[in-house]
């Protein structure tokens, strides 16, 4: 399916990433390319959230984990696998939230790529997070 960021009160300027149910199905999820570094986008809606009103953390940690591969894979469709995922949870967020996150690539190898991310509510960081990603190569 395809997913328009109008329709959660994202800029166009944010498209939506084909191929994965299971981010659509927490999501949908969006993204843009700022040069080499993605800006990714999630407005929180009700099912999103835990027991306490706030996002739960296994969604935060599943956008920030979309975050980190954009940002492994440049916004290119180069498949990439996540081989470890750290996050520290700073802040909560709420249904009608708009999360931003914005990544940065440390490191690109052959085969892996060193990432780190950051989401925000408005101006204050949530989460950050940091990720080392396989490249997959054709088997071509």
Known sequence: MNYSASDYG?????RHWRGDKAEDYIGPFFYY????????AFKVQEHNCNAHQSVHGG??????????CLG????????VATVS?????IFPAYEGDLVLG?????????????VRCALKVKDRVILTGSGVIKRIQSRT
């Open 10 to 14: 994202i800029p166009e300027s944010y």
């Open 33 to 40: 390319m700022d040069g080499e570094h993605p800006r990714t």
């Open 59 to 68: 969604v935060l940690m599943a956008f920030a984990d979309y975050t980190l």
């Open 72 to 79: 492994a894979n440049g916004g290119s469709s180069e498949s």
């Open 85 to 89: 995922c750290n996050n520290e949870f």
């Open 102 to 114: 914005e990544a940065e690539t440390l490191r690109r190898g052959k085969s892996i790529v060193f």
